[in-house]
């Protein structure tokens, strides 16, 4: 062999392993298409009360802190209902249910570098549970029969809960993302001075995949990417939380791909389908739609006439039409996230026999097909059969519905439009409250149907529903001390199946959240949840096709 | 001048100080809590005890009239409060969306003059003919249409089908633009609301701009000038136009306030962060310190407004003067 063909052979030897060796990293490069990117994500209007997590009320904010902030355990308040550890890895309580001794995660550290520990927990704690601070939507939850809980510091990764009572659910109580301690005390900002400070109204520090860079007023809200979170660096580079108000315009911004990621109403599903790029997931929410009957007037005070008109709304059709089939009709009082939820026997679309009811009330025929009262008590005979139904929210599908059904069997419902606060300020925290009638869209009780303690079971004045039963209430109270939840279970049920009998709300469906995206987003991994403090439970791992 | 500018400022000052009293009065009578707006029981019921906290950390437990004192107090001070919905300082909240509001204003106002004028003139000028006609049924048709309706027709035409131009928003947040990138984003942006919002403007315009003018060029001065032999042109625009604008400087000088006030609408279906939204969100919201300042902003650009009309008179006008 001459000395060129040696060399011929020996370069093609190299060429080939070259490929080859090409053909390997090649391979090995695939994940790193899934770094990178930026996921638009449509909202419908600012932070309301700004972008510190205890100070949260339940607006935008919370799909911020869904990327940026984490609470010591997910669940509960939260969606699904079993437990998941986030910054606390394990905790134990005492046989008397008293002393909960929570295990922190270590190596986590605050998107500013510095560690996170058990001060941080004291620091949380103290401050929601101080009264200077406003953080009034989460502040009761660190309290029992009045008593704060007791956080003490065991090490620097371990905390001791002390409560005054048993709380069976105390990890879903206190489900609140945590705050830096080292912020605040560096800064000197006091409890009181938190609302107006920096972290609340620009953004602060957390624990979680993104920070908040940036909050453009009624703009956007912008994440950027913390390399040091303690899963692993995100694919994301960056989080846009576009502010975007009309839903029309929210639903344009999708189909031309300006949004990847938007809660939708189920009457936008349609145009989401025909677009090639674009769909649609379901997830049901813990959330109902109810409608409320104010049982201390005379016309709604007797169980028969709740009965009657639960009758006669054909539910199956309301929840077929005003929800297209999503989420599912109710059988009993609670969401069915709660662990106290169980079907129970239903109250069957029947106009014949809800007449028949109301003329057993006392109820008889009058001019016009409406009933006029007889002998009904409490109420003046010949009065008409007249409720108001009070409408807060424009494009509230369900008062007409129930017009149309009640009236089939003499009911007259006419339609009070009001705004939902001037509602609230009427009709909350009063015993004889003006309502007639309203609709409900309550929800993120929880798995423990002690969270609706408050809208059944104390006393007509607090309760949004008018409604106070004394068994119930003894149940309630019974639940609260038990030294289970199984324990607690047991009363709630039966606390159901009377409020069930009772039906000072008539529950109509669970909701669902319907999220339209972009196919280019990738969120098997990140895994969609129905979660109050955010829409996935991993979203680090979520990631956009380029 | 300078005794009428004076008399002016003193007036100025009365009537600011009665829109405050007034305004502060109506707005805590009106009925709702903004604890429920701030809280919504439907998603956290909070105890009587809670609710009264957070009225107190608000501020809105004291009386009326303590509260007014206080906010003139500090308003004087040059501390216009905190937005009860966002927590963060009410001039904040103003200075953050001023300029996009401006910004959005100005470009409606320019395009509909730049339009206007010429359209009105040539209007005028060609009365009865098919450039007349032409441009009155687009002046009816763009002061008839509803703005919220040929928004959403150009976003679905120009941004979902046709992709030319974005559809919300004031710019691409999806990557860091510097420069004549970034101005270039923002004036992409900046298209569709502001055709949107010059729409009934410019039609407007036209009109009051084709009537003035028709009135002027019957005047007999006029005629002097086309008999002098003065170009018709130059009669047209010299001497004709500019006595026709003196109306049009009054509906401009009164759109002012307008300009600062924004437009909810646009500004809502276009996600533009600006004015109007945040001063219909207050109201929604029952935000008393930004609906304070906010009103007290547009009193005041509505007396600036009405200044400067009455002094581009003067200016156009040599014939006014003010003692």
Known sequence: MTVRKMLAIA??????????????????????????????????????????????????????????????????????????????????????????????????????????????VLFWAQTIQDPATGAEWFRERFYVDGLPFTFEKID???????????????????????????????????????????????????TGPFRIAEYRPSEAIILERFDGYW???????????????????????????????????????PQVKKSAACDVIAIPVDAAYSIALNSTKPMLADKRTRHALMEALDRRAIWENVSMGYGQILYGPWIPVCTAYEDLPDYPYDVAAAKALLAEVGWLPGPGGILVAGNVAGVVPGTRFRLEYWVTRVGDAFPTLVQAYWRDI????????????????????????????????????????????????SDAAASMYSYANSQVAALFDQ???????????????????????????????????????????????????ASLLGVFENPELLWVKK | M????????????????????????????????????????????????????LRHQLGLDRPILVQYLFWLRNTLEGNWGYSVKSRAPVLREIASRLPNTLLLSFASLILAVVVAIPIGTLSAVKQYSIVDYLS??????????????????????????????????????????????AMLDVIRHLVLPVVVLSLA????????????????????????????????????????????????????????????????????????????????????????????????????????????????????DPRIHYA
């Open chain 1, 11 to 120: 370069c093609l030897v190299s060429c080939f392993a070259a490929a080859v060796c090409v053909g390997l990293l090649g391979s090995s490069s695939a994940p790193d298409e899934k770094y990178g990117g930026t996921l638009v994500w449509g909202v419908s209007d600012d932070p309301l009360g700004g972008l510190c997590p205890i100070l949260t009320n339940g607006g935008t904010d919370l799909f911020a802190y869904g990327f940026s902030a984490q609470p010591l355990s997910w669940g509960g308040e939260n969606y699904p209902a079993e437990l998941r550890p986030i910054l606390a890895t394990s905790w134990e309580v005492s046989p008397d249910g008293l002393v909960w001794t929570i295990h922190l995660r270590s190596g986590v550290n605050w998107q500013d570098g510095k560690p996170f520990t058990a001060d941080d």
């Open chain 1, 156 to 206: 620097a990764y371990t905390v001791r809960v002390t409560t005054a009572a048993p709380v069976d659910n105390l990890m879903s109580s206190i489900c609140v993302p945590l705050i830096p301690a080292h912020y605040f005390i560096e800064n000197n900002i006091s409890n009181s001075e938190i609302a107006t400070s920096p972290a609340n109204v620009s953004g602060g520090l957390g």
């Open chain 1, 231 to 269: 899963r692993g660096r995100p694919y994301l580079d960056r989080v846009v939380l576009r502010i975007i108000p009309d839903p029309d315009a929210m639903l344009s911004a999708l189909l031309s791909g300006e949004v990847d990621w938007t809660m939708i109403a189920v009457n936008q599903i």
């Open chain 1, 410 to 457: 003499g009911v007259e419902v006419e339609q009070k439009f009001t705004e939902s606060s001037v509602f609230f300020d009427e009709n909350m925290g009063k015993a004889d409250k003006p309502f007639d009638v309203y609709t409900v869209r309550n929800g993120f009780f929880g798995p423990s149907a002690g969270n609706y303690s408050d809208l059944i079971g």
């Open chain 1, 479 to 529: 639940a609260s001390h038990a030294a289970s939840p199984a324990e607690a279970d047991v009363y709630y049920k039966q606390a159901g199946r009377i409020i069930w009998d009772d039906l000072p709300i008539l529950p109509l469906f669970q909701r669902t959240a319907l999220w339209a995206y972009n196919t280019r987003v990738q969120y098997a991994d990140a895994v969609v949840s």
């Open chain 2, 2 to 53: 300078s005794q009428y500018l004076l008399r002016r400022i003193l007036v100025s000052l009365l009537v600011l100080f009665t829109v405050s009293a007034g305004s502060f009065v109506l707005m805590h009578l009106a009925p709702g809590d903004p604890v429920y707006v701030y809280v919504n029981p439907e998603k956290r019921n909070m105890s009587p005890e809670s609710l009264d906290a």
């Open chain 2, 136 to 181: 009155t049924i687009g002046a009816f048709v763009g002061i008839s249409v509803p703005s919220f309706w040929f928004a959403l027709i150009l976003i679905w035409l120009l941004s979902v089908k046709l992709g030319w131009l974005p559809s919300t928003g004031m710019r691409t947040l999806t990557v860091e633009l510097t420069g004549g990138a």
């Open chain 2, 201 to 316: 403007q410019m039609s407007e315009w036209t009109r009051y701009v084709r009537t003035a003018l028709l009135e002027v060029l019957g005047q007999d001065y006029i005629r002097t000038a086309r008999a002098k032999g003065v170009p018709e042109s130059m009669v047209t625009v010299k001497h004709a136009l500019r006595n026709a604008l003196i109306p049009v400087i009054t509906i401009a000088g009164l759109s002012l306030p307008a300009l600062v006030n924004g437009a909810y609408v646009v500004e809502t279906i276009f996600g533009w962060p600006g004015m109007g939204r945040l001063g219909v969100n207050a109201i929604m919201a029952r935000d008393y310190p930004v609906i304070m300042g906010v009103t007290m902003m547009s009193c005041v650009v509505v007396i600036a407004g009405n200044l400067l009309a009455d002094l581009a008179y003067v200016v156009a």
